[in-house]
């Protein structure tokens, strides 16, 4: 019993440290540590959805704020009538007229970048009638049409460089008499039409009260076009005469501007190097915009052909050859061309217009030019801001 109690006692005691050096082993050995991951996304992103009505809202208010739209028409007439015993005492014309305007403005702006766009449109006539049919007339009053773009790019506060192109000519056609079996056409679609290019500087007054612009053009090109053959033949017949052979014309009367300042030598087209200015002021008065003022001023010098002129007649008149047929020349004097609009709105629908007209241009006419419209009718008016 005795023996089996020591074996017993020995064989606890070897499992006793045979536990004990495998647990200091262990211990010596270094342990990996436990990490975890996080791999839960925190960060707040956009819905991969947005509806459709928000995203409409955003362009169509990105829209209004680079884009500023007007648009204005107008129909103004006047009718006067006289009876028989006024007739045969005054001797007055019974009359219908009718001018119908448009205006359009649109200007596009990002950053240091805009482009403004300008389309007006005008015309009119007048309907003198009287009891016998065969007497009443129909002639034209106004006729113009006008579009003109100016991309810029701002470069201070009030400056901005940039350029401006502009078109004008007219929608129908001019006769110089009512009566349809003699008349001769003085006019009609490009003829004559007027091409102008610019660049330079324009300046802006910041003071809303005062809302100028002043463009000065260095370089400015100035081009007439009358590409009707029937309007140059009349024009032709009556600067020299119907039936003039060409061929017989001097240096002279072959440079002398016979049709809206162009001249044989120019055929159906002329085009003018020079510098340009022009004034815009556009008002509005009181708190509904009651009395509108609109005026233009724009002035051309083409100064390059004045040079190219000097030196052509200096060259010609040196050969002597030419003794007895020396080449003269008119001196080039600035077109001036200033239009004032007055428009006065009685109702949001009814307004009246005054529109009156400087025009000098002594290639064509060496008198001052100008035309004054009154009209009463139904106007309308949008705009986005």
């Given at each position: 019993m005795?023996?089996?109690?020591?074996?017993?006692?020995?064989?606890?005691?070897?499992?006793?440290?045979?536990?004990?050096?495998?647990?200091?082993?262990?211990?010596?050995?270094?342990?990996?540590?436990?990490?975890?991951?996080?791999?839960?996304?925190?960060?707040?992103?956009?819905?991969a959805f947005q509806s459709e009505a928000q995203i409409k809202a955003e362009k169509a208010a990105l829209r209004k704020e680079r884009n500023t739209i007007e648009f204005n028409a107008t129909l103004n007439g006047s009718l006067a009538y006289f009876n028989d015993k006024w007739l045969s005492v005054n001797g007055n014309t019974n009359s219908l007229t009718g001018i119908g305007n448009v205006l359009f403005t649109h200007t596009y702006t990002k950053g240091k970048f805009t482009i403004g766009t300008k389309v007006t449109g005008k015309l009119g006539y007048a309907f003198n009638f009287t009891d016998e049919e065969q007497k009443?007339?129909?002639?034209?009053?106004?006729?113009?049409?006008?579009?003109?773009?100016?991309?810029?790019?701002?470069?201070?506060?009030?400056?901005?460089?940039?350029?401006?192109?502009?078109?004008?000519?007219?929608?129908?056609?001019?006769?110089?008499?009512?009566?349809?079996?003699?008349?001769?056409?003085?006019?009609?679609?490009?003829?004559?039409?007027?091409?102008?290019?610019?660049?330079?500087?324009?300046?802006v007054c910041q003071n809303k009260k005062f809302p100028i612009k002043v463009n000065?053009?260095?370089l400015s090109m100035n081009a007439?076009?009358?590409?009707?053959?029937?309007?140059?033949?009349?024009?032709y017949a009556d600067k020299f005469g119907t039936g003039t052979d060409i061929s017989t014309l001097t240096t002279d009367q072959l440079n002398t501007p016979y049709?809206?300042?162009?001249?044989?030598?120019?055929?159906?087209?002329?085009?003018?190097?020079?510098s340009s200015i022009q004034i815009d002021f556009d008002k509005t008065f009181g708190k509904k915009g009651i009395f509108r003022y609109r005026t233009t001023l724009y002035s051309f010098y083409g100064w390059i052909n004045e040079v190219a002129q000097q030196n052509d007649s200096k060259?010609?008149?040196?050969?002597?050859?030419?003794?007895?047929?020396?080449?003269?020349?008119?001196?080039?004097?600035?077109?001036?061309?200033?239009?004032?609009?007055?428009?006065?709105?009685?109702?949001?629908?009814?307004?009246?217009?005054?529109?009156?007209?400087?025009?000098y241009n002594k290639a064509q006419n060496t008198k001052v030019q100008t035309q004054t419209v009154l009209g009463v009718g139904l106007a309308y008016t949008f705009k986005n801001k």
């Open positions: 005795k023996k089996f109690f020591t074996l017993f006692a020995f064989s606890a005691f070897a499992c006793i440290g045979i536990a004990s050096a495998q647990a200091t082993v262990e211990s010596a050995t270094p342990q990996e540590q436990v990490t975890f991951a996080n791999e839960i996304k925190t960060e707040k992103e956009a819905p009443n007339t129909v002639s034209k009053s106004q006729d113009e049409w006008f579009i003109q773009t100016s991309p810029a790019y701002v470069i201070s506060k009030s400056w901005n460089v940039g350029g401006s192109l502009s078109l004008r000519s007219q929608f129908a056609n001019g006769w110089n008499s009512t009566d349809k079996a003699s008349r001769k056409l003085t006019s009609s679609g490009f003829a004559p039409a007027y091409l102008i290019a610019s660049l330079g500087v324009t300046y000065i053009a260095p007439t076009y009358v590409t009707n053959e029937e309007v140059r033949n009349f024009y049709v809206y300042g162009l001249t044989l030598r120019n055929k159906n087209q002329r085009y003018e190097g020079g060259k010609w008149n040196s050969d002597p050859a030419n003794a007895n047929n020396p080449l003269k020349y008119a001196s080039i004097a600035p077109t001036v061309r200033w239009e004032n609009t007055i428009d006065i709105k009685a109702t949001k629908y009814f307004s009246t217009q005054f529109y009156f007209q400087l025009y």
